[in-house]
């Protein structure tokens, strides 16, 4: 089966400009995650969907941090404006369900200049 | 608040010879530990996770609750075994069971 997709797989963009992620999860999979990865760290989690639903948000800066899973399969995630501090892989994985195992994109790298 | 440790940045071995990645967390509760591997231009995947309690590729890991720890083992390293480590937990405190990594070992079997 496919994996899970994610564009675009670099972006580039000066401060206070704004930026969009796309992923495409495992077909069938409800839970959906979005990670941010910092150089030299591990995996953070921003926000993890069930279905079209928000489970938690509790790490997503949400001044400047939106995301989106409208139709509970393919999810957006937004930064406007974006910082320096910003720059950093964004991971987008899924999971059959809460708790399953996650499967992983193969990220968006991401550079504020 | 839940913790994960992973103390070495980098680890390298010689091929053939055992190796020991270290793991320690902090958590109040029951946590459920994991392994992921990244390995060269491949993606983030699930190596083990202790209720499984199974040897993948030749790794183990043992949930030490007493000294908090979950250190990945391997008898005999292969080069293929080359990448990049990051120890996890889970748990009702991480919310809905969300994944906490630690920063990462990056392992060099040298041939």
């Known amino acids: 089966e496919a994996g899970v997709a994610q564009s675009p797989r670099y972006k580039i963009i000066e401060k206070r400009q704004s930026v969009a992620f796309w992923c495409n999860p495992i077909?069938?999979?409800?839970?959906l995650y979005w990670y941010q990865q910092i150089l030299g760290q591990g995996p953070k989690l921003l926000i993890q969907?069930?279905?079209?639903?928000?489970?938690?948000d509790s790490q997503l800066p949400k001044d400047r941090f939106s995301a989106e899973r409208l139709k509970g399969v393919d999810s957006t995630l937004k930064i406007q404006p974006a910082k320096l501090e910003d720059s950093a892989v964004y991971l987008c994985?899924?999971?059959?369900?809460?708790?399953?195992?996650?499967?992983f994109g193969p990220g968006t790298r991401l550079t504020v200049l | 608040a839940q913790r994960v440790t992973q103390p070495e940045k980098l680890l390298s071995v010689f091929k053939g010879a055992p190796v020991e990645l270290k793991c320690n967390y902090s958590?109040?509760?029951?946590?459920?530990l994991f392994w992921y591997v990244q390995y060269s231009r491949q993606r983030l995947q699930l190596l083990l996770r202790?209720?499984s309690r199974e040897s993948i590729k030749g790794f183990t890991a043992d949930l030490n609750k007493g000294e908090t720890s979950f250190h990945l083992k391997k008898p005999f390293a292969q080069e293929e075994d080359s990448a990049m480590y990051y120890c996890?937990?889970?748990?009702?405190?991480?919310?809905?069971?969300?994944?906490?990594f630690g920063t990462g070992t990056r392992l060099t079997v040298i041939p």
């Open positions: 994985a899924s999971s059959l369900s809460i708790g399953d195992e996650q499967f």
């Open positions: 202790h209720i």
């Open positions: 969907f069930q279905n079209n639903g928000v489970v938690d």
């Open positions: 077909s069938g999979h409800a839970t």
């Open positions: 996890a937990l889970s748990g009702s405190q991480t919310g809905a069971n969300n994944l906490f």
């Open positions: 958590y109040s509760g029951s946590p459920e």
